[in-house]
């Protein structure tokens, strides 16, 4: 079983609201990833870490910023949520840089009404 | 650049009949290819990968996936299908060192596995 973990598991807000999706590893991985999970099953990578101050815009354009202070923390931050980022948010961590497979966690499922 | 494509949104299978889900992959050096499976409300979980060496690699669950080089192909596949495998699939890509890319996983559109009784 993976020991990585976000919260909130299910978050509907209103527009212009700042939200922070948690995520948390506890197996030391120094690389972190934020993929965005479209209703139609895609996942698109918008961030990613590979340690501490270290991050990375990725594939998919985003609103959201990301900070990376401590090696098992990776939150993601909407200043001002909007319907369009109604979606799920899945982070990930991983050992290796290019062998290691990722470690998913459950996902954090945004609704912004 | 990378990409990974998975033709079928959808495989059906009756219970205990062999399955295939299937992928295809490009990428500028030599990949290294992962499969995951995702069920529903749960994030993504690493089922098998390629890497190097044997190219039938056996996985979780009784899954196993053959690389093709030649077809640039990583076919799932599982020989006698559980109604409970019933979930969706990723294929995924990652350049190895020295490409230009710089080791992002890059995952298909997924496809979705439904097992029959």
Redesign the interface.
């Known amino acids: 079983e ?1 020991d990585i973990y ?1 919260t909130p598991r299910y978050l509907v807000i209103g527009t212009g609201k700042k939200i922070t999706l948690e995520c948390s590893q506890t197996m030391g991985h120094d690389k972190m ?1 934020w ?1 965005q999970q479209d209703p ?4 698109h ?1 918008i961030h ?1 870490s590979y340690g501490v101050n270290s991050t ?1 815009k ?2 998919l354009s985003s609103e959201s910023t990301v900070s990376r202070i401590r090696t098992e923390h990776f939150p993601l931050t909407l200043e001002s949520a909007r319907p369009s980022h109604t979606s799920q948010y ?1 982070c ?1 961590s ?1 050992e290796g ?3 290691g ?7 954090s ?1 945004l609704t912004v009404l | 650049a990378q990409s990974v494509a998975q033709p079928e949104d959808q495989v059906n299978v009756a219970e205990g009949n062999p399955l295939t889900v299937k992928c295809t992959y490009s990428v500028s050096g030599n990949p ?1 290819l ?1 499969w ?1 499976v995702q069920y529903p ?6 089922l098998l ?1 390629y ?1 190097t060496g044997d190219n039938l690699v056996k996985g979780s669950y009784g899954f196993e996936a053959e690389f093709n080089k030649s077809q640039t192909s990583f076919h799932l596949k599982k020989p006698s299908a559980l109604v409970s495998d019933s979930a ?1 699939y ?1 294929c995924a890509v ?4 020295g490409s230009s890319n ?6 298909g ?2 496809t ?1 596995l439904q097992v029959k009784p």
């Open positions: 993976a976000q990833y993929y139609g099953m895609e996942l990578l990613y990375e990725g594939d899945l990930a991983s840089p290019y062998t497979e990722l470690f998913f966690g459950e996902g499922r | 290294y992962f995951y409300n749960r994030g993504l979980q690493f990968k890497i969706l990723f990652r350049d190895t060192p710089t080791g992002k996983l890059i995952f559109q997924g979705t």
